[in-house]
């Protein structure tokens, strides 16, 4: 037993840690600029412009349709105007799909009509459409482990609620009906699957989405139904009786075709092959304008750009803005950027995302090697007085982040409050009106901060784990 | 000047009003009787049962539909379910129309989809829709003063918003776009009428309504846009270029049909032939299950006969519940029963209706004799513990009633609180989840508290001045 020796180790240690803590890789002046931009960043309303601009002009804009294109356009003239020192774009591939009318009603034992919307790249129904009886779940496991005998030629319907929580934790436990339901309704010959839309609010919207469609033999319709009417449905099951429920749906499957990952850059002065991404994502959902999502998103990462721009130098370092293409439908933008630039992504500091919404900013989490913290607790300088506690070390930085930290790029995630983001995910409530200029300041605010002292502090972030 | 014999008389006067109030109608039985039902009120889920009942098992009823005729079925037998002495239907006659298709979207310069809903009774378009410019008017009489040439083959677009208020009072003010706006765009020559949706939400639904069309020459489609359509419309407009949107829009207008005013009475035990009516109206738009319009109020009338018919004896005169059909289309049930028991009308104490969906009872009006004003006073000691304070004696008695106040039949007002009311009105959105279990228990006890005083009071109302 070598206890001095063990504790003499654990000691140095220790103040190894303590030595990297102190080690401060923002200078008091990088700190005052930052603080400058910050209080800018409270200022204008130009962030509210950009989303406002966005939804107005170009409105809906799913990945592979006209109004995509109008956003790739309009992105590319945005990022211009505002100063960007460089704007391109990188075509991607993606699959396409045209959303037709979903009509739903119950046909016995009380007929009346229902709210549904097709899950995203759903089938339609045969022509003429498809009256089934309806087998509920109560989630996707349920549905998963019940015999093909109990669901076999109907409508299964999963009745799983989603609890509401600031950090929007309630969304994995209640999304796997979502994503894998329509498999395994279609594996155990089901005609259709209904679910409970993933969704926090009581309106009669119905949420849309993507859902796992890789290799499904034989798929069948897939619809979420509003809150109100899978109340509805419950509350006619629970009187006993067998419930009918009509299908009548239309979608088109089209060939794959372009998108585009558009992507603006302020140069860096000393080291401008080193970049940060900031990104959000230009897709929307088709039924929409797409302001929470990620309408907010966009503004708030230009608007970062535009204000670091103003500066009288450049940053140390290149300051890259992406706006991905097609993340609603699998993060298919973000994935062939990371597999595109394979080659540079030792080049790239950190990336982080702004993609949950227009709430107010609350948490400033990171993923960094344990080394670097130091650079975050001085960000935390700056945050803290917007209202912004320090949070953990395993951010994923976003959902389009997240596909470069499986890579080992280290991120940082400005959480924001998300607790009525799923009131109006993916339904055609989306709409400017659900942003509130002042908070959209108050985000920008954190953002420049965060993103400028990352592309002017000396040293690097280094490389964190990656997941294999 | 004889001012001291005015003095005197004034002096007298207020004696005699004094006396007035003095006299108390309500013996202190009467009072105990109607505070146990009261509280047996509070403790009651049968009001919320019968709307979720008629919501689940019935769900839309526009007059003359198919779901009408259901809903007259399901009203009857809910009645003799609940131990009405008598239940009846007398027939009324209804215009009939069912709801098609409105799409609209804007084709230039920012093509994007538009969320419409026809208003009520309203046309289609060709076959093929139109598309015409866009003509925005600040109201309904900016529309009515505007020059013909000026609207002429354009879509004529009231962008009025509607105030929030607990007595729903900004509700005037804004639909005079809806009942005025077709008539003064079909005069002026307009291709369609556009207006803001008569609401206070910002969410993704058109408010659907009734509008003024007897006698209107060449009726045109009339749309109601959602909130957040409004502003994205306005915001293109503000852009200074010419907007143009296309609308295809399919309604059928039919024949003439029957729907019904539904009866069910709690009948006197000394005085059968007079009675309290307390109504609701059973018909709904056809977009939502009509819980809050008026689903509660159908429900709060029933459970509060119910309650009465509880009792060891049945009160001193008749209770009776008359479920207005036809309401939503001009309260066509009221004006045929008024019309068709024009000799009862004296028979009739007095009458009150529930229909401002499903908000808490905060105030008690009246329409009464000033000489009657005390037993207004005796039921306040029973309504002050609910929450509620007296109101004003301008009380129209609700929608349907008001026909009868015309006449010169007092009323009571039970007002609830509106706030959100106008969220939901007239929209998909009206659904049971917005109904508060709790506060409509609230209700009940109030309504049942001045139902059975009145009908168990010594003496009678009165009459007040009519309209003429």
Known sequence: MFRPLLTLTGGLIAALAVSAAQAKPLTQEDLSVAEVLRDRALESS??????????????????????????VAWAQEKMKALGFDRVYTEQIEVPRW???????????????????????YSVGTPEGGLTAE?????????????????????IAFINKRMERARTGEGYGPAVGGRSKGMRAAAEKGAAALLIRSVGTDSDRFAHTGMMSINGVEGPVPALALSAPDA????????????VQVQLDVHNQHL????????????????????VMII???????????????????VAIVMETARLIAELPQRPRRTLRVVLYGAEEIGLVGAKQYVEAHRSELDNILAVSESDFGAGKIWRFDTRLPESKFAIADQMMQLLAPLGIERGNNKSSGGPDSSVFVAQGVPAFGLYQDGSDYFDYHHTPNDTLDKVDPKILQQNVAAWVVMSFLTVEMEGDLGR???DN
Chains 1, 2 share one sequence.
Request: glycine letters at 12%.
């Open 464 to 466: 964190i784990p990656t």
């Open 98 to 120: 045209n959303r037709g009318h979903a009509h739903a009603r119950v046909v016995a034992p009380f007929p009346q009509p229902l709210v549904v919307t097709s899950l995203g």
């Open 279 to 297: 990104g959000a994502h230009l897709d929307s959902w088709d039924e929409s304008t797409g302001a929470l999502d990620d309408g907010a998103g």
């Open 231 to 242: 109340n509805l449905l419950e509350a006619m099951l629970k009187r006993g009786k067998p």
């Open 255 to 274: 060939e794959d075709g372009p998108s585009f990952n558009v992507i603006g850059e302020i140069t860096g002065r000393e080291k401008p092959e080193e």
């Open 46 to 71: 130009d962030a509210y412009s950009i989303v406002e601009s966005l939804t107005v002009e170009v409105g809906p804009r799913p990945a592979g349709s006209e109004g995509d294109r109008r956003a």
């Open 134 to 154: 309806i087998v509920e779940f109560a989630d996707v496991e349920a549905l998963i482990k019940a015999p093909a005998r109990k669901v076999k030629g109907k």
